[in-house]
Protein backbone atom coordinates (compact mmCIF):
# COMPACT_ATOMS: atom_id res chain seq x y z
CA UNK A 1 0.00 0.00 0.00
CA UNK A 2 1.36 3.41 -0.98
CA UNK A 3 1.76 5.71 1.84
CA UNK A 4 2.80 9.27 1.55
CA UNK A 5 3.99 10.93 4.89
CA UNK A 6 4.08 14.92 4.66
CA UNK A 7 6.42 16.49 7.53
CA UNK A 8 7.46 20.59 8.31
CA UNK A 9 4.58 22.88 7.77
CA UNK A 10 3.46 25.21 10.77
CA UNK A 11 2.96 28.82 11.55
CA UNK A 12 5.39 30.96 10.06
CA UNK A 13 5.88 35.29 10.16
CA UNK A 14 6.07 36.71 6.90
CA UNK A 15 9.48 36.56 5.56
CA UNK A 16 10.22 33.48 7.17
CA UNK A 17 11.11 30.14 5.85
CA UNK A 18 9.97 26.27 6.20
CA UNK A 19 11.10 22.91 4.01
CA UNK A 20 8.33 20.53 3.78
CA UNK A 21 9.25 16.97 3.27
CA UNK A 22 6.76 14.14 2.01
CA UNK A 23 8.47 10.41 2.36
CA UNK A 24 6.81 8.17 -0.51
CA UNK A 25 6.48 4.14 0.57
CA UNK A 26 5.32 1.12 -0.34
CA UNK A 27 6.11 0.33 -4.07
CA UNK A 28 9.33 1.41 -6.48
CA UNK A 29 8.87 5.14 -7.65
CA UNK A 30 10.56 4.93 -10.57
CA UNK A 31 9.48 6.95 -13.09
CA UNK A 32 6.99 9.17 -10.73
CA UNK A 33 7.04 12.71 -10.78
CA UNK A 34 6.41 14.26 -7.52
CA UNK A 35 4.85 17.46 -6.66
CA UNK A 36 3.46 19.60 -4.01
CA UNK A 37 0.18 20.75 -4.27
CA UNK A 38 -1.86 23.84 -2.11
CA UNK A 39 -4.90 24.88 -1.68
CA UNK A 40 -6.02 27.63 0.59
CA UNK A 41 -9.75 28.25 2.26
CA UNK A 42 -12.67 28.48 -0.06
CA UNK A 43 -9.94 28.09 -3.27
CA UNK A 44 -9.22 24.86 -5.32
CA UNK A 45 -6.24 23.10 -5.34
CA UNK A 46 -3.01 24.15 -7.15
CA UNK A 47 0.21 23.25 -8.26
CA UNK A 48 2.91 24.92 -6.59
CA UNK A 49 5.86 23.17 -7.81
CA UNK A 50 6.41 19.61 -9.75
CA UNK A 51 10.15 17.35 -10.08
CA UNK A 52 10.05 15.07 -12.44
CA UNK A 53 11.66 11.82 -12.20
CA UNK A 54 14.66 13.25 -14.95
CA UNK A 55 15.01 16.17 -12.36
CA UNK A 56 12.90 19.14 -14.53
CA UNK A 57 11.07 21.27 -12.64
CA UNK A 58 8.15 23.69 -12.75
CA UNK A 59 6.95 25.85 -10.41
CA UNK A 60 3.78 28.14 -10.14
CA UNK A 61 4.39 32.09 -11.21
CA UNK A 62 3.17 32.27 -7.60
CA UNK A 63 5.99 30.71 -6.18
CA UNK A 64 9.16 31.64 -8.65
CA UNK A 65 12.02 32.33 -6.87
CA UNK A 66 11.07 31.72 -3.30
CA UNK A 67 10.43 27.91 -3.71
CA UNK A 68 12.54 25.20 -4.62
CA UNK A 69 11.70 21.89 -5.10
CA UNK A 70 14.08 18.71 -5.12
CA UNK A 71 13.49 14.92 -4.53
CA UNK A 72 16.27 12.70 -2.99
CA UNK A 73 15.68 9.09 -5.09
CA UNK A 74 16.95 6.99 -2.95
CA UNK A 75 14.70 8.00 0.04
CA UNK A 76 11.54 8.43 -2.37
CA UNK A 77 11.14 11.22 -0.68
CA UNK A 78 10.41 15.02 -2.17
CA UNK A 79 11.18 18.71 -0.86
CA UNK A 80 9.73 21.77 -0.91
CA UNK A 81 12.03 24.64 0.20
CA UNK A 82 9.73 27.88 0.98
CA UNK A 83 11.59 31.27 1.51
CA UNK A 84 10.07 34.86 1.86
CA UNK A 85 6.99 33.79 2.75
CA UNK A 86 3.81 35.40 2.66
CA UNK A 87 0.18 35.31 4.23
CA UNK A 88 -1.37 34.55 0.51
CA UNK A 89 1.04 31.29 0.96
CA UNK A 90 -1.13 30.23 3.85
CA UNK A 91 -2.76 26.86 2.90
CA UNK A 92 -2.85 23.07 3.47
CA UNK A 93 0.26 21.89 1.63
CA UNK A 94 -0.68 18.27 -0.37
CA UNK A 95 2.71 15.74 -1.20
CA UNK A 96 1.63 14.40 -4.95
CA UNK A 97 2.86 11.13 -6.41
CA UNK A 98 2.18 10.07 -10.19
CA UNK A 99 3.53 8.23 -12.46
CA UNK A 100 5.00 8.85 -16.05
CA UNK A 101 3.49 6.46 -18.29
CA UNK A 102 -0.18 5.76 -16.47
CA UNK A 103 -3.34 7.75 -15.04
CA UNK A 104 -4.03 5.24 -12.71
CA UNK A 105 -1.04 5.69 -10.31
CA UNK A 106 -1.77 8.90 -8.86
CA UNK A 107 -0.87 9.17 -4.86
CA UNK A 108 -1.90 12.01 -2.20
CA UNK A 109 -0.78 12.67 1.29
CA UNK A 110 -2.86 13.71 3.38
CA UNK A 111 -1.75 17.43 3.88
CA UNK A 112 0.05 19.79 5.98
CA UNK A 113 -0.98 23.32 6.96
CA UNK A 114 1.18 26.34 6.56
CA UNK A 115 0.33 29.14 7.90
CA UNK A 116 1.90 32.33 7.38
CA UNK A 117 0.99 35.15 9.75
CA UNK A 118 2.61 38.09 11.93
Known amino acids: QVQLVESGGGLVQPGGSLRLSCAASGKTFTRYTMGWYRQAPGKQRELSAGITSGGSTNYADSVKGRFTISRDNAKNTVYLQMNSLKPEDTAVYYC????????????WGQGTQVTVSS
Open 96 to 107: NVRSEYSTLYNY
